[in-house]
């Protein structure tokens, strides 16, 4: 297996622009997670799914943020309008089912630099 | 809630020290214990875990970590480290549902 797929790998955007960002998960794998990464908050949880329906979004900073899974092979995080407090690497993890459900595979992340 | 403490948020070390790195969970039940290693420029990838069974797990690359109960600790070791070892090292816990909560990681950096 590829593993979990994000893409981009990097974008770069200018202040007030959409950017979306796309994630594939594991074959097979039932729950899926959005972070986000930056120095001075460590990883946070924005959001999470399982079997494509959309668990916790409490860690979706505000309104601007949007996250869908329209089924088990592709996942969007959308920010719109983009800021520059935006910036971070935004990682995607998926989770099998059963036992193991709780160990988490990571994508390469999206590095996010909003100008 | 349930809350991840790693003690250090950077180490430095020389080649073939040891390395303990320290880490407390907040959660009176039955808990699912990881840690987590992030090479620089790298995602995220599963070093070891806990289930249940032995409380002292063996993972990837000479690392392991135990689990004491009492203490709710589940602290990270390897006797000899090596510059590769260089990375940001996560705990993190989940009650068994979805949600994994991670602590802010620790730097370690090992001198050649």
């Known amino acids: 297996d590829a593993g979990v797929i994000q893409s981009p790998r990097h974008e770069v955007t200018e202040m007030g622009q959409e950017v979306t960002l796309r994630c594939k998960p594991i074959s097979g794998h039932n729950s899926l997670f959005w972070y986000r990464q930056t120095m001075m908050r460590g990883l946070e949880l924005l959001i999470y799914f399982n079997n494509n329906v959309p668990i916790d979004d409490s860690g979706m900073p505000e309104d601007r943020f949007s996250a869908k899974m329209p089924n088990a092979s592709f996942s969007t995080l959308k920010i719109q309008p983009s800021e520059p407090r935006d910036s971070a690497v935004y990682f995607c993890a998926s989770s099998p089912g059963g036992l193991s459900k709780n160990i988490q595979y990571f994508g390469a992340g999206t590095r996010l630099s909003v100008l | 809630a349930q809350s991840v403490s790693q003690h250090n948020h950077h180490v430095i070390l020389s080649e073939a020290a040891s390395l303990e790195l320290g880490c407390n969970y907040s959660?009176?039940?039955?808990?699912?214990l990881f840690w987590y290693v992030q090479y620089p420029g790298q995602h995220l990838q599963l070093l070891l875990k806990?289930?249940?069974?032995?409380?002292l797990v063996k993972g990837i690359k000479g690392f392991e970590a135990e689990f004491i109960k009492s203490k709710f600790s589940f602290n990270l070791r390897k006797p000899s480290v090596q510059w590769s070892d260089t990375a940001e090292y996560f705990c993190a816990v989940a009650d068994g549902g979805f949600k994994t909560i991670f602590g802010a990681g620790t730097r370690l950096f090992v001198k050649a």
């Open positions: 959660y009176g039940g039955t808990v699912n």
């Open positions: 806990y289930f249940s069974g032995d409380p």
